[in-house]
């Protein structure tokens, strides 16, 4: 294939670049290429050309119309064509980043031999208009937001880890869950944005999907489960706190860190026995990030999560109303704390809004559609910026974080404020 990688080596108007790291990035594990090569030769020698015979001109006896020989060059079949003219082709669907929809085109000379690339004197096929350049565009802003969006969470994640870290007087069964929920974030982002900054532009490592980036592909969805994990274990938490008056929170606790670290290790397992086995070689190019119906395996339990937590939240919002409801004496013994309150607001907002991007997605738009850009938007929106949102509702809104920081800050602000010495004078007449 020869012919193929001069594809990818050349440019055209300033966007030869773009198309040289999009072709680079076919994964020949992908189609077959041999069968390909083989369907072409049956192609060429099944049809007579007819642009071998004499020559129609008024003179007979001229010879044969010179013409470009039919070539496979390593993706697409191009016919017999007439010499000065040019021969079209759908572009390939196997290559990521076309558009199976646009035309290739090769250019046959006067002299009956195919263009050859003035750069490497190799015979050159243009697929500089199989890609929408606007669109590749429209990608990589997307990209953009997700890589600030998961920035911006990462910081502020790391942010709130140090504060809740720091005040030790805020050590308590809640913040522990809260810490641990964070953790899961943090880890999910940064390697997020791991794979947008290192593994994104990397088209040769795409292309040949090693065992390490398939392993950042696990990795990274182990933690993107965590994230609903914990959340489910804090709506649980809530709803047992307030439902159940006498319970050992430690051993809650416990059971809730196995099962928030421990669950999604399960189901991650499955996806990945199940993928790697019984996943044909399409699915497993470009380190497993090419959607898939192995990926059920991992939206099914987060809706669940998502669905339970609802359900521990309405029976919250059922148990809060009874409490406030009930008379002065019973309120002042058994009613719910201010700072559950605060917890249970901050769940009651994150719950939805940590689970937007899978409500939405039975209505994802067909590529195309005037929606599709504004759906994008918002899940690239969603899912980047739910560390930040996790962060501020949990820490840097949270009342009791508010008043250690206060507290915090007026022992410095008086600790280095200068002592006036104080003295009483006496004096003798």
Request: net charge neutral; glycine share 6%.
């Given at each position: 294939?020869?012919?193929?990688?001069?594809?990818?080596?050349?440019?055209?108007?300033?966007?030869?670049?773009?198309?040289?790291?999009?072709?680079?990035?076919?994964?020949?594990?992908?189609?077959?290429?041999?069968?390909?090569?083989?369907?072409?030769?049956?192609?060429?020698?099944?049809?007579?050309?007819?642009?071998?015979?004499?020559?129609?001109?008024?003179?007979?006896?001229?010879?044969?119309?010179?013409?470009?020989?039919?070539?496979?060059?390593?993706?697409?079949?191009?016919?017999?064509?007439?010499?000065?003219?040019?021969?079209?082709?759908?572009?390939?669907?196997?290559?990521?980043?076309?558009?199976?929809?646009?035309?290739?085109?090769?250019?046959?000379?006067?002299?009956?031999?195919?263009?050859?690339?003035?750069?490497?004197?190799?015979?050159?096929?243009?697929?500089?208009?199989?890609?929408?350049?606007?669109?590749?565009?429209?990608?990589?802003?997307?990209?953009?937001?997700?890589?600030?969006?998961?920035?911006?969470?990462?910081?502020?994640?790391?942010?709130?880890?140090?504060?809740?870290?720091?005040?030790?007087?805020?050590?308590?069964?809640?913040?522990?869950?809260?810490?641990?929920?964070?953790?899961?974030?943090?880890?999910?982002?940064?390697?997020?944005?791991?794979?947008?900054?290192?593994?994104?532009?990397?088209?040769?490592?795409?292309?040949?999907?090693?065992?390490?980036?398939?392993?950042?592909?696990?990795?990274?969805?182990?933690?993107?489960?965590?994230?609903?994990?914990?959340m489910l274990c804090e709506g649980f938490y809530l709803h047992t706190v307030l439902v159940?008056?006498?319970?050992?929170?430690?051993?809650?606790?416990?059971?809730?860190?196995?099962?928030?670290?421990g669950s999604p290790a399960v189901v991650i397992f499955v996806y990945s026995l199940a993928?790697?086995?019984?996943?044909?070689?399409?699915?497993?190019?470009?380190?497993?990030?090419?959607?898939?119906?192995?990926?059920?395996?991992?939206?099914?339990?987060?809706?669940?999560?998502?669905?339970?937590?609802?359900?521990?939240?309405?029976?919250?919002?059922?148990?809060?109303?009874?409490?406030?409801?009930?008379?002065?004496?019973?309120?002042?013994?058994?009613?719910?704390?201010?700072?559950?309150?605060?917890?249970?607001?901050?769940?009651?907002?994150?719950?939805?809004?940590?689970?937007?991007?899978?409500?939405?997605?039975?209505?994802?738009?067909?590529?195309?559609?005037?929606?599709?850009?504004?759906?994008?938007?918002?899940?690239?929106?969603?899912?980047?910026?739910?560390?930040?949102?996790?962060?501020?509702?949990?820490?840097?809104?949270?009342?009791?974080?508010?008043?250690?920081?206060?507290?915090?800050?007026?022992?410095?602000?008086?600790?280095?404020?200068?002592?006036?010495?104080?003295?009483?004078?006496?004096?003798?007449?």
């Open positions: 294939m020869s012919e193929q990688s001069s594809n990818s080596s050349s440019s055209d108007s300033g966007s030869g670049s773009t198309i040289a790291a999009i072709a680079e990035s076919a994964a020949e594990s992908g189609p077959d290429f041999d069968a390909l090569r083989a369907a072409c030769s049956a192609r060429l020698n099944g049809s007579s050309s007819h642009l071998s015979g004499p020559s129609p001109g008024p003179e007979p006896g001229l010879g044969p119309r010179p013409f470009c020989p039919g070539t496979f060059d390593g993706w697409l079949c191009w016919p017999d064509t007439a010499a000065g003219t040019s021969a079209y082709e759908l572009c390939p669907d196997f290559i990521t980043g076309f558009d199976p929809t646009r035309y290739a085109h090769k250019e046959c000379g006067s002299d009956g031999e195919w263009f050859k690339h003035p750069l490497n004197n190799k015979t050159w096929s243009n697929y500089t208009t199989c890609v929408n350049l606007d669109d590749l565009e429209w990608k990589h802003n997307v990209n953009l937001i997700y890589e600030v969006g998961y920035g911006i969470s990462l910081l502020a994640i790391l942010l709130s880890l140090a504060i809740l870290g720091y005040f030790k007087t805020l050590k308590c069964a809640r913040i522990t869950l809260h810490m641990n929920l964070f953790a899961s974030f943090a880890a999910n982002n940064s390697l997020w944005l791991l794979w947008y900054l290192m593994v994104m532009p990397n088209t040769e490592l795409l292309q040949d999907s090693p065992a390490r980036c398939v392993a950042l592909h696990i990795n990274l969805h182990y933690f993107l489960l965590t994230n609903y994990s914990w159940s008056a006498f319970i050992s929170e430690k051993r809650l606790v416990k059971w809730l860190i196995a099962f928030g670290w993928r790697g086995l019984g996943g044909s070689a399409e699915q497993k190019i470009h380190c497993w990030m090419s959607p898939t119906d192995y990926d059920n395996i991992l939206v099914v339990p987060v809706c669940i999560s998502m669905f339970l937590n609802l359900l521990f939240l309405c029976n919250i919002v059922r148990v809060v109303l009874l409490k406030l409801n009930a008379p002065a004496s019973i309120q002042g013994s058994c009613g719910p704390s201010r700072t559950v309150l605060q917890a249970f607001r901050a769940t009651l907002l994150l719950v939805p809004l940590l689970g937007l991007q899978y409500i939405v997605t039975p209505f994802r738009p067909a590529p195309g559609h005037p929606w599709e850009n504004t759906y994008e938007i918002i899940s690239a929106f969603t899912a980047s910026f739910q560390g930040l949102c996790v962060a501020t509702l949990f820490c840097f809104f949270n009342g009791e974080v508010i008043a250690q920081v206060k507290r915090k800050w007026r022992m410095l602000c008086f600790s280095n404020r200068p002592r006036t010495n104080s003295y009483t004078a006496t004096q003798f007449f």
